[in-house]
């Protein structure tokens, strides 16, 4: 524990994030410094680009991914008397509406005369949110970082406002784009109650330091112990 | 006006591989439906390919051996269309960066070399088969999954002729290195044409159309020549060639148009996430270029001057790689060139195609064997063919048929002497019209000789003792 050095990035403490996560959070950092690891203040400047990145790489794979769900080989068929009907009502009705948005959406940003503007930028700028990360670790070993700006919202709420609701994912997205292992654990609650979570990143293949974190967390704190009342 | 076509052509050979490109299923071809799937090549959720590393291997020496320029980092991606052969959705092959490009072979027209030039080799796999009944139709996913190279010519052809002479030279080269059989029939090489045609002199192209479904070299020819009216008609009735995609209609001799550029699809190619790229190093590519074998061309060139072989006949002999084989094999027993060629491309040639050689029932030390017999004057060249057929049919050695048959040549000169004098004396009448100056009757005679030896008697000597006797008597 001593010997670790622990990343903050001040760019994961943003405008517009819930007051009572940001203090947990912090108090959650404070903890982890009085058990004896050395802090640094880190800085990850794409950050705010990883929300707007992600949606346009994950949807372009998502709409590719979900290509083989055609009713041709296997799960649901619809019936129908052609080859293009069969297609056209077995991935209509089969599909549900976030996922259709997100085919569409990864459709299009392929599609010849978007794909320059849209995928294709969007994977350079993956290409500068890994190496923020990269440049990181050569001062951290490990970072720790809020997991969500707000604790978690009413089933459905967000749907009809699906940018608010992928801002949500703003802290645990970069860490896909740049494909780094990760952790969440309790860390506290709101004042309504509801629980927040400490992420913990780590580089490629040190996923050991990670638990070695999380562990040492744990056996200190009793968050893990209680639950929101429902 | 006086128009010339500019042709491209697209040639995709199936790799011989054991195993698919990216999965352990087997590559044969004659199995029952779906029997060579698995999770991967059926388009599973959650399956993972790995690439085969054998397959890159072949398509490196196909680009080797078109004097390409390997690329040491290449990139797969996927394109897309929804076909129910298709079973990810996506095919995944080169494109982009490519795995090789800028090579070129040399063709032979009317004894002129002429250089074409390849833009481009790349590797991707193969979709499976849709089958059509009356009421459903089916999938067979055995191909799916079976590497193929693509091979895309520059637009150096400037006929039907050109293209043909090319397309069996990229098929021999691929023969040749045995990465691929070439069979056009069962679609292991299968190519699309892309033709335009211009004003001899003009610089620009004009607009291209491309021909698919083109199953032989024949029809190749046929369908360039077809699309070449065509698209003059057009032209010379001042409307413009539509770019577009055609299918060849070979029970009709026509192609038909497909789709329009407009209706062309998108395939929203992008890099292929679960793939790495492909980093060749070069140590490797220098291990198989190493492992190159002769190629026909040079074969051929050496054929010329080790066995002062006409240029025709040594293109003959080295069409194939087994029948080169089979003919050096030939010639190492009975150490006579020109006298194994004649047999090799006169009497083995007409019993089969030059692919098939190597399976024929007359093995190559067989036939050295019989022309040995010959040139030691064992056996005629007429009692040779006889024994050829019965090599063919028994697959027996030529010394067994001999000797069973009783076939050794007679020259014994007592005895050719004694049938001569026979044969003049039986002949009586003959021999004084022979002498009356009807001097073509001498064939006749030595027939007559030949028969009563039933074909044994040593033809040099009979000729020798009836015109020593003839002119005796
Ligand atoms: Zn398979």
Known sequence: MKKLCIGVPRDYFVEGMQKDVEKVTREA?????????????????????????YYLVATAEASSNLARYDGVKYGYRAKALTLQEMYRKTRGEGFGREVKRRIMLGTFVLSSGYYDAYYKKASQVRTLVKKDFEEAFRKCDLIVTPTSPTTAFKLGEKLNDPLQMYLSDIFTISTNLAALPGLVLPCG????????????????????????????????????KRKPKL | MNYEPVIGLEVHAQLKTQSKIFCGCSTKFDAKENELTCPVCTGMPGCLPVLNKRAVEFAIKMALA???????????????????????????????????????????????????????????????????????????????????????????????????????????ILRYLEVCDGNMEEGSFRCDVNVSVRPVGQKEFGIRCEVKNINSFRFVEKAIEYEMGRQIEVLESGAKVIQETRLWDSDQNKTFSMRSKEEAHDYRYFPEPDLHPLIVEPHWVEEIKRTLPELSSEKKTRFIKMYQLSEYDASLLTQEKSLAQYFESVVEICKEPKLATNWIL???????????????????????????????GTISGKIAKHVFE??????????????????????????????????????????????????????????????KSHGKANPAMVNEFLKKKLKGA
């Open chain 1, 189 to 224: 609650f709101d004042q309504k109650g509801l629980p927040v979570g400490l992420q913990i990143l780590g580089p490629h293949f040190k996923e050991e330091n990670i638990f070695h974190l999380a562990y040492a967390y744990e056996q200190s704190t009793e968050w893990h």
């Open chain 2, 66 to 172: 078109t004097q390409c320029r390997i690329n040491e980092k290449s990139l797969f991606a996927r394109k897309h269309y929804f076909y129910p052969d298709l079973p990810k959705g996506y095919q995944i092959s080169h494109y982009d960066k490519h795995l090789a490009q800028k090579g070129h072979i040399e063709i032979s027209i009317g004894g002129q070399i002429k250089k074409i030039r390849l833009h481009r080799i790349h590797m991707e796999e193969d979709a499976g088969k849709n089958i059509h009944g009356t009421f459903s139709s089916y999938v067979n996913l055995n191909r799916a999954g079976i590497p193929l190279i693509e091979i895309v010519s520059e637009p150096d052809v400037r006929s039907s002729q050109e293209a043909g002479a090319y397309l069996r030279e990229i098929r021999s």
């Open chain 2, 390 to 451: 019965k090599m063919l049919q028994t697959g027996q050695a030529p010394q067994a048929i001999v000797q069973k048959e009783g076939l050794v040549q007679v020259s014994d000169s007592t005895q050719i002497e004694a049938l001569v004098e026979e044969v003049l004396k039986e002949q009586k009448v003959f021999v004084d019209k022979y002498h009356a100056g009807q001097a073509k009757l001498f064939g006749f005679f030595v027939g007559e000789v030949m028969k």
């Open chain 2, 346 to 376: 006169s009497e083995l040639l007409r019993e089969f195609g030059p692919e098939q050689v190597e399976s024929s029932p007359i093995t190559p030390q067989h036939l050295g064997e019989l022309l040995v017999l010959i040139m030691k």
């Open chain 1, 29 to 53: 950092i404070g903890h982890i410094k009085k058990m004896g690891a050395k802090m640094i203040d880190i800085s990850l400047p794409h950050t705010e680009y990883a929300v707007p990145t």
